[in-house]
């Protein structure tokens, strides 16, 4: 069974930075794809960023490109989420997430599910 652990969330000024991370235990981070969604109160989850299970490939909601980066580092078995500029409209909950084979922005198409970090940006 593959347990995934969020943390780095917390309370930011618009136009700060923050960094989430996302620990990865049961079997190696290597064998998934992963993602990030948010989910704002009263909204649905929403797709942020994907990556491929080698890191080579990566998809952005186009509402955070360019101020958010995601990455891995399969050695230490963690995913990131670089997020910069921030802005109120980030303020969610934020889950990682992992699936076998391809990347998909897709919540359903995700098996395992961390028990998500808060970011709250101030205005």
């Known amino acids: 069974q593959v347990q995934l652990v969020e943390s780095g969330g917390g309370l930011v000024q618009a136009g700060g930075s923050l960094r989430l991370s996302c620990a990865v235990s049961g079997r190696s981070s290597s064998f998934y794809a992963m993602a990030w969604f948010q989910q704002a109160p009263g909204k649905e989850r929403e797709f942020v960023a994907t990556?491929?299970?080698?890191?080579?490939?990566?998809r952005y909601a186009d509402s955070v490109k360019g101020r958010f980066t995601i990455s891995r580092d399969n050695a230490k078995n963690t995913l990131y989420l670089q997020m910069n500029s921030l802005k109120p409209e980030d303020t969610a909950v934020y889950y990682c997430?992992?699936?076998?084979?391809?990347?998909?922005?897709?919540?359903?198409?995700?098996?395992?599910w961390g028990q998500g970090t808060q970011v709250t940006v101030s205005s």
């Open positions: 997430a992992a699936k076998i084979l391809e990347t998909s922005i897709v919540d359903y198409e995700y098996r395992y």
């Open positions: 990556i491929s299970a080698s890191g080579a490939v990566t």
